[in-house]
């Protein structure tokens, strides 16, 4: 049943950027093999790779000893390599039989009730797994809707299961479940590449580690040297340059406030922004980070309040009119196709140009020409923004609030998808802005964080877990406080 994996000098590139570089491992058979590395390290590529969904640039992969050339998804499946996402990949409203089979029934219609209840029922059993046949799927909950899957996987007959963030977003009841069925499959002989940001399972699990960065191997970790402080060590590699500790004045005024904010998986958010600060967010996938701009303007928020200056605000409306911009992680949700970069920059106060509803628009240009040329944007005012590359997009997009003239900053991953160059051109005007105004970043790489803020809060399982500032700040510091639990699998 077990699968050997071998990976040489693997690359694949998307345009301008290089998801894989070279990248060499060894999977052993029978064995638990981790997979670690922040966001853009080249995991997922790694994954669509060896599943047939991307075809590599470069290198080669082995199964067994055979290369593997033109791997399709077809190919990858009949060679016993199942992968389950960190998404739930269920049939919802079927029942649980019915999701263990599927794509895989048996071959009688009349008898596929019967039979697929049956053979439902020996995989459950087999892996320990006290899940009733005729439940509706959707009546489970996710941790019991992860076990229906790594379930089909089994019935399957995988050799090689690839299991991406497993227990994300999971409590730890849940997580020690989906632990210990991982644990089952892999004494039954599954192979299995364990991917997780949570550290404390990855060294409770695995025999072996490997480390991307920056879609590269950093690191290959084994036996005794397998510990947290180790990993979380290649995880973080070199220190990136940190922003000077500025000490807040206790008279400081209180920009933003927001109270019980909640969006799941945030569970609750309590934070103080203050004049000339930049606060900044640190948390993984599932940990509430990634809706903290939104709840805070408003734009998603299930319950909870923000005020401005005392000043309540509902919405994205409101907080441009307060004096708040915000940059969305996603570029794709803040440009309108065909639009020059003069009209999105100047979009959220049209009425600056404007006199009796007539745009000034040689004072409109002249405002936008001095905002891109501060962020470093290379193209004229009349060009369209999305024919710009993914660095100047970004650099254009947050022009527009230079412009605009905004007192607080909210930026939701301002780095993510551009070149190095892009990046240092983003963090110096993000650390330019907090000198006179201030910005709130919530960023899932902690060397925006650590190069950026003044203070930051990691969120874990959907609650500020530490609040770092000053000298505190490091990425070892904050990558300890969102990968590491002191104890148990995961808070709850």
């Given at each position: 049943?077990?699968?050997?994996?071998?990976?040489?000098?693997?690359?694949?590139?998307?345009?301008?950027?290089?998801?894989?570089?070279?990248?060499?491992?060894?999977?052993?058979?029978?064995?638990?093999?981790?997979?670690l590395?922040?966001?853009?390290?080249?995991?997922?590529?790694?994954?669509?790779?060896?599943?047939?969904?991307?075809?590599?640039?470069?290198?080669?992969?082995?199964?067994?000893?055979?290369?593997?050339r033109?791997?399709?998804?077809?190919?990858?499946?009949?060679?016993?390599?199942?992968?389950?996402?960190?998404?739930?990949?269920?049939?919802?409203?079927?029942?649980?039989?019915?999701?263990?089979?599927?794509?895989?029934?048996?071959?009688?219609?009349?008898?596929?009730?019967?039979?697929g209840?049956?053979?439902?029922?020996?995989?459950?059993?087999?892996l320990?797994?006290?899940?009733?046949?005729?439940?509706?799927?959707?009546?489970?909950?996710?941790?019991?809707?992860?076990?229906?899957?790594?379930?089909?996987?089994?019935?399957?007959?995988?050799?090689?299961?690839?299991?991406?963030?497993?227990?994300?977003?999971?409590?730890?009841?849940?997580?020690?479940?989906?632990?210990?069925?991982?644990?089952?499959?892999?004494a039954k002989?599954?192979?299995?590449?364990?991917?997780?940001?949570?550290?404390?399972?990855?060294?409770?699990?695995?025999?072996?580690?490997?480390?991307?960065?920056?879609?590269?191997?950093?690191?290959?970790?084994?036996?005794?040297?397998?510990?947290?402080?180790?990993?979380?060590?290649?995880?973080?590699?070199?220190?990136?340059?940190?922003?000077?500790?500025?000490?807040?004045?206790?008279?400081?005024?209180?920009?933003?406030?927001?109270?019980?904010?909640?969006?799941?998986?945030?569970?609750?958010l309590?934070?103080?922004?203050?004049?000339?600060?930049?606060?900044?967010?640190?948390?993984?996938?599932?940990?509430g980070?990634?809706?903290a701009?939104?709840?805070?303007?408003?734009?998603?928020?299930?319950?909870?309040?923000?005020?401005?200056?005392?000043?309540?605000?509902?919405?994205?409306?409101?907080?441009?009119?307060?004096?708040?911009?915000?940059?969305?992680?996603?570029?794709?949700?803040?440009?309108?196709?065909?639009?020059?970069?003069?009209k999105?920059?100047?979009?959220?106060?049209?009425?600056?140009?404007?006199?009796?509803?007539?745009?000034?628009?040689?004072?409109?240009?002249?405002?936008?020409?001095?905002?891109?040329?501060?962020?470093?944007?290379?193209?004229?005012?009349?060009?369209?923004?999305?024919?710009?590359?993914?660095?100047?997009?970004?650099r254009?997009?947050?022009?527009?609030?230079?412009?605009?003239?905004?007192?607080?900053?909210?930026?939701?991953?301002?780095?993510?998808?551009?070149?190095?160059?892009?990046?240092?051109?983003?963090?110096?005007a993000?650390?330019?802005?907090?000198?006179?105004?201030?910005?709130?970043?919530?960023?899932?790489?902690?060397?925006?964080?650590?190069?950026?803020?003044?203070?930051?809060?990691?969120?874990?399982?959907?609650?500020?877990?530490?609040?770092?500032?000053?000298?505190?700040?490091?990425e070892?510091?904050?990558?300890?406080?969102?990968?590491?639990?002191?104890?148990?699998?995961?808070a709850?």
């Open positions: 049943m077990s699968i050997s994996v071998a990976i040489h000098d693997l690359s694949k590139s998307f345009g301008q950027t290089h998801a894989l570089r070279g990248v060499s491992l060894t999977v052993a058979p029978g064995s638990v093999h981790g997979l590395g922040p966001n853009g390290s080249g995991k997922s590529t790694l994954i669509r790779v060896l599943t047939g969904i991307e075809r590599a640039g470069g290198g080669s992969v082995e199964i067994d000893g055979a290369e593997q033109g791997m399709r998804p077809a190919r990858s499946r009949a060679l016993g390599i199942e992968f389950v996402p960190q998404e739930l990949a269920l049939v919802p409203y079927v029942k649980v039989w019915e999701n263990v089979v599927l794509g895989d029934e048996p071959s009688r219609p009349l008898m596929l009730k019967q039979t209840r049956r053979v439902a029922r020996q995989v459950l059993d087999e320990g797994l006290d899940i009733g046949v005729d439940e509706d799927t959707f009546m489970l909950d996710p941790g019991e809707q992860r076990l229906v899957m790594f379930a089909r996987s089994f019935h399957r007959k995988a050799r090689l299961l690839i299991a991406d963030e497993p227990t994300a977003g999971l409590g730890e009841y849940e997580s020690r479940t989906v632990l210990e069925a991982l644990k089952r499959l892999n002989g599954m192979t299995i590449l364990f991917v997780s940001h949570y550290l404390t399972e990855v060294v409770e699990i695995c025999d072996r580690v490997t480390v991307l960065r920056d879609g590269r191997v950093s690191a290959d970790v084994a036996g005794e040297a397998l510990t947290e402080p180790r990993l979380i060590k290649e995880m973080t590699g070199v220190a990136r340059p940190k922003s000077a500790p500025r000490p807040r004045n206790p008279k400081a005024e209180v920009i933003v406030e927001g109270r019980h904010l909640a969006l799941p998986p945030l569970r609750q309590n934070f103080k922004l203050y004049a000339n600060e930049c606060l900044g967010f640190a948390g993984l996938l599932g940990s980070r990634e809706n701009v939104n709840v805070i303007s408003g734009a998603a928020r299930l319950w909870g309040s923000v005020r401005v200056r005392g000043e309540f605000m509902e919405n994205p409306r409101e907080a441009v009119q307060l004096g708040l911009g915000i940059l969305s992680g996603s570029r794709s949700l803040a440009i309108v196709p065909g639009w020059s970069l003069i999105h920059l100047s979009l959220p106060r049209l009425e600056t140009w404007s006199r009796f509803g007539v745009i000034a628009h040689d004072a409109e240009r002249k405002a936008a020409v001095v905002a891109l040329d501060r962020l470093k944007v290379a193209a004229a005012p009349e060009h369209e923004l999305g024919d710009l590359s993914g660095g100047n997009q970004q254009a997009l947050m022009s527009r609030w230079l412009m605009c003239g905004s007192e607080v900053l909210l930026i939701d991953e301002p780095c993510v998808g551009v070149d190095i160059a892009a990046r240092a051109d983003l963090i110096a993000i650390r330019d802005y907090a000198q006179s105004k201030s910005v709130i970043l919530a960023s899932s790489d902690p060397g925006d964080l650590v190069e950026c803020c003044d203070r930051v809060l990691c969120l874990r399982s959907g609650v500020v877990v530490k609040e770092l500032s000053g000298d505190e700040i490091s070892e510091a904050i990558v300890r406080a969102i990968m590491t639990t002191g104890g148990g699998v995961k709850a």
